[in-house]
C-alpha cells in the first residue's frame, strides 16, 4: 500500500478515535486544567501525531501506549469522584492565602508564589487594599478566589430587604435579519407579537442584526446602522407610573370626601392598590 494511503488511513481511524477519547474526558477548560491534565493531553497528542504520521514502527504498540495515557486519566477521574485522597493526590490540595484578613506567608511559601505575583493576583480581582479582604483560596488550578469583609462587599436587594423578580436567560428571537422561532417559543411568544414589538420602535426585521428577548418580555434590539439609535420602549414604567396615579387619586378623594362611608371606600381602595404596587414593583422597575 502506498504511504500516502497508510497515512490517511491512519489519520481518519485516529481522527475518529480522538474524538471518542475527548467525549469520555473530563470536561474542564484549559485555563483550569492541572498540571497533570496538560502533560495528559500533551501526551495523547504526541501519540497520536506520531501514528497517525507512521513514526511509530509497530502501530499496535503505539495503540496500546495510545489507550493507556488515554484510560487511565479516566479511571482517575472516577477515582476521584470516589476518593477525597486519591482527589488530594492527583490534583493537589487548596491553600488558604488569606485568613481572618492575615496574610498566610507559610502558605505562600508552599505554594512557591512571591509577593509581589500575591499582589498581583489580588488586583486582579480587584482587590487593591488588601486591608479589606477577609478570606482568599488559591484552588488545584492555581486560581485564587477573594472575600471581601462584609463590610466591604457590595450592597444586594437581600441586604436592603427589598424583593427582585427571578431572571432567566434571554432568547434571540432575531439574527442577521432572519426570524428564530425557538427563540419566540422557549420565550412563549409569536411572530404576531414580535411584529406589534417592531412596530412600535419602528425598525422593520430586515434592518435588524440581533433582537433578544429578556426575562420580563422586553425586547433589546440592535440593527445594523449604528448612526440610528432605537428607541426604548417604556410600557413597564408608564404601567407602573398609572397605577401610582390612581393610587395617590384615590388617597387625595379620601381626604377631600365628607361622606365617612365613601371616605373609607376611597382609603380602602388606595390601600389595596398600595399593596399591589408593593408586588408589581420588583417586576416593572427593574
Do not use: H
Not at 481522527?15 to 483550569?32: D, E, G, H, Q, S
Not at 493537589?92 to 509581589?116: A, F, H, P
Not at 437581600?158 to 434571540?172: C, F, H, N, R, W
Request: hydrophobic share 45%.
Amino acid at each position: 500500500m502506498n504511504t500516502w494511503l497508510i497515512l490517511l488511513f491512519n489519520s481518519i481511524v485516529l481522527f475518529i478515535l480522538t474524538f471518542v477519547i475527548t467525549k469520555y474526558m473530563k470536561k474542564k477548560p484549559l485555563a483550569r486544567a492541572t498540571p497533570f491534565d496538560f502533560i495528559s493531553y500533551a501526551v495523547i497528542a504526541v501519540i497520536i501525531t506520531l501514528i497517525s504520521l507512521d513514526i511509530v514502527d509497530n502501530i499496535y504498540f503505539g495503540l496500546v501506549t495510545l489507550a493507556v495515557w488515554a484510560v487511565f486519566p479516566i479511571i482517575l477521574d472516577y477515582a476521584s469522584m470516589k476518593s477525597k485522597w486519591i482527589y488530594n493526590l492527583i490534583n493537589g490540595k487548596e491553600r488558604v492565602l488569606i485568613k481572618n484578613g492575615k496574610i498566610m506567608e507559610d502558605n505562600l511559601s508552599k505554594v512557591r508564589i512571591t509577593g509581589q505575583e500575591f499582589l498581583q493576583e489580588m488586583r486582579s480581582k480587584k482587590a487593591f487594599n488588601l486591608a479589606d479582604v477577609e478570606f482568599a483560596v488559591m484552588e488545584t488550578t492555581g486560581d485564587i478566589n477573594v472575600s471581601l469583609k462584609a463590610d466591604k462587599k457590595p450592597v444586594t436587594s437581600y441586604d436592603l430587604g427589598k424583593k427582585v423578580a427571578p431572571k432567566t436567560e434571554p432568547q434571540t428571537v432575531i439574527l442577521d435579519g432572519n426570524i428564530l422561532n425557538e427563540g419566540l417559543t422557549n420565550a412563549g411568544l409569536n411572530r404576531g407579537w414580535l411584529t406589534t414589538q417592531l412596530e412600535i420602535k419602528g425598525v422593520s426585521i430586515e434592518n435588524v442584526f440581533l433582537g433578544q428577548v429578556d426575562s420580563s418580555g422586553d425586547l433589546y434590539v440592535d440593527i445594523f446602522d449604528d448612526m440610528i439609535q432605537v428607541p426604548k420602549t417604556q410600557v413597564k414604567e408608564m404601567l407602573y407610573a398609572s397605577i401610582q396615579k390612581s393610587q395617590a387619586d384615590f388617597m387625595s378623594f379620601s381626604l377631600d370626601c365628607d361622606n365617612e362611608e365613601t371616605k373609607t371606600m376611597y382609603s380602602q381602595s388606595a390601600q389595596k392598590l398600595e399593596e399591589v404596587i408593593k408586588k408589581l414593583e420588583p417586576y416593572l422597575l427593574r
